[in-house]
């Protein structure tokens, strides 16, 4: 363990502390995890030093990676079966299946960052 030492400056002490770099910065967590990431850094730097100095970062952003798959296979489903997506359109119209889908997924995706990562 290293040994902590002290800088007088003026009748005070301060413990000559180094930070580590920046922590995590090559650590994939999914794609919301990330965004999560990114978004604590930029505009909840106060939460994200919290989280950082805490060692709870990796587990939080991990934890909203799981939730946000977890939303996303719920609501997926959801949102296409109230769109129309069916067999039988596949079947009948691919482009337009590929279509509906595309917008479900797109649409999955703006409510889980609304709820879970850009809060």
Known sequence: MAELT????GDYYIPDL???EEP?????Y???GDLR???LREHKPKLWMVLVNSGKLADHLKGI???AE???DTL?????KAAGVTEELKARDQMAWVGLVNNCRARADEIILSELVYV
């Open 76 to 80: 997926l489903p959801q949102l296409m």
């Open 65 to 67: 990676e799981r939730m």
């Open 37 to 39: 990431r990114d978004y």
């Open 24 to 28: 995590e910065q090559d650590v994939f």
């Open 18 to 20: 180094i930070l580590d």
């Open 70 to 72: 977890q939303r996303m």
């Open 6 to 9: 002290y800088t007088r400056v």
């Open 30 to 32: 999914g794609k919301y």
